[in-house]
């Protein structure tokens, strides 16, 4: 057992070569930890590239000869570096690191290494286990080459197939669109004559003039006799004038004419039966019901509508 | 195949000369002071040669590659040397395996992974035997390189002690010197520093290091 650092050659030409040596050896760790006894720990770790301060490429090439006696002296100086350069070179060093002396027993075993592969080479199994190797490699290769064939010609198969029935589907919705273009066409709705401006329960404007209640269905009530201001001639006119007035009933449904709350109820609900009758009538016109017995039908109607509300105007509990 | 000459001179400069028709390259150090040449195998080519099955490009790879990663499993993996020797082993038989699926980039880095995986593998093994010894006879089985480490250590640990205590002892002219002459610095640096003649550079590094080593006793070298 020695102090290593005793060791150091006097003649600083010959440390560098000294301590690669030692670097290689596994007497590093104790140089170290006798370097660290002696100078303690520095005030300012370097890394181990700040440290060589661009000579790295030289040191893996041709070793810590390269280096100016600074930079060797920063090595020294913080010592934990030295195991870290001793792993760099081994990984990245040049053929230089090769040419350091060995101990006898690291030569040795060198020796008997290069020996054993020497004689598994010569005694073929190795080789054997390389032709094995090849011809497993070269049977993967055309079991690959065989699957990307296969693979490639069952995805052009699969692509036209793809592509047929791609064109098909266009073909088909192509077709579809037209047919849904030309039905639009036909379900297209009917003309309906513009509506004439404002009769019956759509000539409600003037109601907001009116005060009390019994004064606003009276009114409502002379507008349920505008109905017999225009006969008329025919069947469709018959539902065109039906189909006007229930419009009327709607607009009062949705937006109440202003009356006070039971009136208003009151009204709502009658207006949803005249509605209904109304419909029923034109449900029975449309489905063929002769024409003159749905006119006096619908005049009844409008007359029971307006006397309706008549009768209602002149209630006693509206009076009040 | 490119070859060259390549002169490594003592500035620094770096001489490369067209050196045809070998299959080598070579190189000139300077190695402790004394000028001296070795033939470098173009490892590339060697690495191809092999990958294609031939042996004797592989032989010349081991031959080349064998010292590096014996000094890499002892000491960057800390393997005992004879276990390292039988990993070694291993490794070139996979590498010689493996040759002819090797990606392109650098041979070392390569092998050296391949050692790296190897390493591992022989220490968990090696862990294994350790507990399945253990479960079987009861007992711990002697571990010859565990005992080797751990004296190592204790070792490094008392020569640590009683270097720092002869230091302490050691006279502070003399001390200052020697750490000096410990940083790596010449015996003309620490006078022109110290601002001292070099004769007392010289007899103060000489009695220090005489001090040491009789305060060190038999650790001394």
Redesign the interface.
């Known amino acids: 057992?020695?102090?290593l650092?005793?060791?150091?050659p006097?003649d600083?030409?010959?440390?560098p070569?000294w301590l690669e040596c030692v670097v290689?050896s596994?007497d590093?760790?104790?140089l170290v930890?006798?370097?660290?006894?002696?100078?303690g720990v520095p005030a300012h770790q370097l890394s181990l590239m700040d440290a060589m301060f661009g000579y790295s490429q030289?040191v893996l090439e041709?070793?810590l000869?390269?280096l100016p006696?600074p930079v060797?002296?920063r090595?020294?100086?913080q010592p934990d570096l030295l195991p870290k350069l001793?792993?760099w070179v081994?990984?990245?060093g040049g053929?230089?690191?090769?040419?350091i002396e060995?101990t006898d027993?690291?030569?040795s075993?060198?020796q008997?290494?290069?020996e054993?592969?020497?004689k598994?080479?010569a005694s073929k199994t190795?080789?054997a286990?390389?032709r094995r190797?090849?011809t497993k490699?070269v049977l993967l290769f055309l079991a690959m080459a065989a699957s990307v064939a296969i693979f490639l010609v069952w995805h052009r198969y699969e692509v036209n197939k793809i592509s047929q029935i791609l064109a098909k589907t266009y073909e088909d919705n192509e077709q579809l669109r037209l047919d849904n273009d030309l039905l639009k066409q036909r379900l297209a709705p009917v003309p309906v004559p513009p509506l004439a401006p404002g009769w019956g329960f759509a000539r409600r404007e003037d109601l907001a003039t009116l005060e009390g209640d019994d004064a606003k269905l009276t009114k409502l009530s002379g507008l349920a006799l505008e109905w017999g201001k225009k006969q008329p001639q025919n069947s469709l006119e018959l539902a065109k004038r039906l189909l006007e007035f229930r419009q009327g009933c709607s607009g009062l449904l949705l937006n109440p004419p202003p009356l006070t709350k039971p009136q208003q109820v009151w009204f709502a609900a009658r207006c949803g039966d005249w509605a209904s009758s109304i419909e029923q009538q034109l449900h029975a016109l449309e489905s063929g019901a002769d024409f003159r017995k749905a006119l006096e039908n619908a005049n009844s109607l409008f007359v029971s509508i307006a006397k309706e509300l008549t009768d209602r105007a002149k209630a006693p509990s509206n009076s009040g | 195949m490119s070859c060259s000459i390549t002169i490594l001179v003592l500035s620094g400069t770096c001489f490369q000369l067209p050196f045809p028709r070998t299959g080598a390259d070579f190189s000139l150090f300077n190695y402790d002071g004394i000028m001296t040449a070795r033939l470098e195998p173009d490892v590339d080519s060697l690495v191809e040669q092999a990958a294609l099955g031939d042996a004797r490009s592989f032989d010349e790879l081991v031959e080349a590659f064998s010292l590096r990663l014996l000094r890499f499993l002892t000491l960057t993996r800390g393997l005992p040397l004879h276990r390292a020797e039988d990993v070694a082993q291993e490794v070139w038989i996979k590498v010689w395996k493996a040759l002819p699926r090797r990606k392109p980039g650098p041979f070392l880095g390569w092998l050296l992974t391949i050692a790296r995986n190897a390493a591992t593998d022989d220490q968990k093994s090696a862990y294994h035997r350790l507990v399945r010894q253990d479960t079987e006879e009861g007992i711990l089985p002697h571990v010859a390189s565990g005992e080797t480490q751990q004296s190592h250590e204790s070792d490094v640990a008392l020569v640590s002690e009683r270097l720092a205590a002869c230091l302490e002892k050691l006279d502070l002219e003399r001390k200052q010197v020697i750490e000096r002459f410990a940083a790596g610095e010449s015996q003309d640096d620490i006078a022109q520093m110290l601002l001292i003649p070099l004769g007392t550079v010289k007899s103060r590094l000489s009695r220090g290091r005489q001090d040491l080593k009789v305060c060190l006793g038999d650790l001394a070298p």
């Open positions: 057992m020695t102090a650092f005793l060791d150091m006097e600083r030409n010959h440390l070569v290689l596994p590093l760790p104790r930890t006798e370097l660290k006894v002696i100078h030289t041709s070793g000869v390269s006696p060797l002296s090595l020294l100086r001793r792993d081994l990984e990245s053929s230089y690191w090769d040419s060995a027993a690291l030569s075993s060198t008997r290494i290069v054993h592969v020497r598994s080479m190795l080789m286990d390389r190797s090849l490699g």
